[in-house]
């Protein structure tokens, strides 16, 4: 059949089986929307209030669901709004496709009203790009970036459309999504890591968001019994080995769990799958846990001996390195590792506060009270780290967060797309700083109906930057307290929603369950004191042996 290439480009889309588009209008880019209106009732179009929110919102709906989120802007300033939205994606490797106008083949290099290059701008946060300057290589483009997003380690993928190729009639016939397998190959690298871990006495599982892309959940289960060893996951990783789990340790890394820095130490086989040893893992990588042996599984060869090297590499898809593998390795009969690594967690705990209100506490509420299926997303700052350290996640796609990029104003666009592709209750947990950089998609929200619970640590401060700064900075507040005069109660009043204040920990239970027994988008502002600590804490650069479990004396 003959279409026009804008709407051929909704058509592709829907081949892969995407329900939800975000975006914005634009002049490059209306005949994509156009095409869109045509399709209302088979394709869902969000209108966000702006760009990087979209672009935060369809993150959250492939994280949330395991598809390839799309979002669609035009050329110029709303191509480069989706810039951190798309470097986000990047880091954290969520299948993403950003389509974006720009200006007719002809005008294209003349500085034209809202050109930009970028493809060009992208390059480095994008898993591939391209732009469709040949209308006969639209079909097969558009296919390849739904491909290349979703297929190995997962990542964004731009599609640059100039605008009178999306006016081009074009021969168009359906096609099933090309889909491809997960990659394990039999090699000497997995005989290899075999023998390590079936030599080891004291084995670890350091586990990352490679095993939630992969669907290693059971598979990570099964592994951990076998062997007896305990289990640490990545802020990535969380949610892949079920919390309540006996052999479950906790977070790793820089406001990792102290039983977890300590178990690291004294493993004599570190086996991590799924993640990457970043920085706020292995902060001193040159000797990162030396006297432990160390088996890494990956799907990106890349990652392999890039920031710590292993002992063995195994390049491949973690859910069929594990499966393949799990036959093969012995059952660990001894259980005096284990034991010793139970018995530190049972002993293991996190600070409460000297304030009125507990951050912490509210966290245990809010996992306590409402829908257990529910979804938690996150902005960045203390207020991730609290909940990466309290929540306890059961399953895997539960927790939505910025975790690589480290994105404040992230949180409101994701639990939108977070909400919308679960269907199911979701709590974004925010700080009045990050809160402030997008809360204009609180109108989204507000418009659309979602069930979101915002629950905002407001302490007038930036609380990470304020810690760093009392810890390493001498306490030179520069820049840090805000103290801006929004009254988020009256915010969420004049959105026709309900607002709640929060001071004291009385309170926590009774403000929480009328949030969540109340209809549409709720916030509540909860009233921190700004020297709260995340705590343990290792300081950037240093190892697990140097972690501050208790909040130090500041003279």
């Known amino acids: 059949m003959k279409l026009k290439g804008a709407q051929i480009i909704v058509k592709c889309i829907e081949e892969q089986g995407i329900d939800t588009v975000y975006g914005y209008p634009g002049g490059t880019i209306l005949d994509i929307f156009d095409a869109l209106y045509e399709e209302r009732d088979r394709l869902t179009q969000i209108l966000t209030c702006h760009e990087q929110g979209a672009c935060h919102a369809a993150d959250g709906y492939?994280?949330?669901?395991?598809?390839?989120?799309?979002?669609?802007?035009?050329?110029?300033?709303?191509?480069?709004?989706?810039?951190?939205?798309?470097?986000?994606?990047?880091?954290?490797s969520v299948p993403l496709v950003a389509i974006t106008g720009n200006v007719g083949r002809s005008m294209l290099g003349r500085d034209s009203f809202q050109e930009v290059d970028i493809t060009g701008i992208t390059i480095p946060i994008t898993k591939h790009n391209f732009m469709v300057k040949n209308p006969d290589?639209?079909?097969?483009?558009?296919?390849?970036?739904f491909f290349i997003a979703s297929t190995g380690r997962p990542g964004p993928v731009l599609v640059d459309v100039p605008k009178d190729v999306q006016q081009t009639?074009?021969?168009?016939?359906?096609?099933?999504?090309?889909?491809?397998?997960?990659?394990?190959s039999e090699n000497k690298h997995v005989e290899n890591a075999i023998s390590l871990i079936n030599e080891a006495k004291r084995p670890i599982l350091y586990v990352g968001g490679g095993c939630i892309a992969s669907g290693a959940s059971d598979a990570l289960v099964a592994f951990s019994e076998k062997l007896n060893a305990p289990v640490t996951a990545s802020t990535?990783?969380?949610?892949?080995?079920?919390?309540?789990?006996?052999?479950?340790?906790?977070?790793?890394?820089m406001h990792g769990m102290s039983n977890v820095a300590e178990a690291m130490q004294k493993a004599d086989l570190i086996i991590a799958v799924g993640c990457r040893f970043d920085d706020r893992v292995a902060g001193d990588r040159t000797c990162f846990c030396p006297n432990a042996k160390k088996v890494h599984i990956d799907i990106d060869l890349a990652e392999l001996g890039k920031n710590v090297s292993p002992d063995v590499g195994v390049l491949s898809d973690a859910r069929l390195a594990l499966e393949a593998m799990l036959p093969r390795v012995d059952a660990k009969k001894d259980t005096a590792w284990i034991s010793e690594c139970r018995d530190r967690k049972a002993h293991d705990f996190l600070l409460g506060s000297d304030g009125k209100l507990c951050p912490i506490r509210i966290i245990k509420a809010v996992q306590r009270l409402g829908d257990p299926e529910k979804v938690i997303a996150t902005d960045v700052g203390q207020h991730q780290m609290w909940v990466a350290q309290a929540y306890e996640f059961e399953?895997?796609?539960k927790f939505i967060s910025s975790c690589g990029l480290g994105t404040m104003g992230y949180g409101m666009g994701?639990?939108?797309?977070?909400?919308?592709?679960?269907?199911?209750?979701?709590?974004?947990?925010?700080?009045?700083?990050?809160?402030?950089?997008?809360?204009?998609?609180?109108?989204?929200?507000?418009?659309?109906?979602?069930?979101?619970?915002?629950?905002?640590?407001?302490?007038h401060t930036l609380g990470m930057v304020?810690?760093?700064?009392?810890l390493f900075y001498n306490r030179h507040y520069s820049s840090t307290d805000i103290n801006y005069p929004t009254d988020f109660v009256k915010l969420a009043?004049?959105?026709?929603?309900?607002?709640?204040?929060?001071e004291r920990n009385e309170d926590i239970d009774k403000v929480i369950g009328e949030a969540f027994a109340t209809k549409g988008v709720k916030l509540i502002d909860c009233i921190i004191d700004k020297d709260e600590f995340v705590l343990p804490m290792i300081p950037p650069g240093k190892n697990f042996d140097a972690i501050l479990a208790t909040k130090p004396v500041i003279k």
């Open 466 to 470: 304020r810690q760093w700064q009392t």
């Open 137 to 145: 290589e639209l079909v097969s483009t558009l296919r390849k970036a």
């Open 62 to 92: 492939a994280r949330a669901t395991g598809k390839t989120g799309v979002v669609i802007a035009t050329s110029g300033p709303g191509a480069t709004n989706l810039v951190t939205g798309i470097a986000t994606a990047y880091m954290d």
């Open 414 to 459: 994701a639990s939108i797309g977070a909400c919308m592709g679960s269907g199911k209750q979701t709590v974004l947990f925010t700080g009045d700083g990050s809160f402030h950089m997008n809360f204009n998609e609180v109108v989204t929200a507000a418009k659309l109906g979602l069930d979101i619970t915002v629950v905002i640590m407001d302490n």
């Open 395 to 397: 399953r895997p796609r």
């Open 169 to 184: 009639m074009l021969d168009y016939e359906p096609a099933e999504p090309v889909r491809s397998k997960p990659y394990f």
């Open 236 to 253: 990535m990783g969380l949610g892949c080995f079920p919390a309540s789990h006996p052999n479950y340790l906790g977070l790793i890394g």
């Open 493 to 502: 009043e004049a959105l026709g929603e309900k607002g709640f204040r929060l």
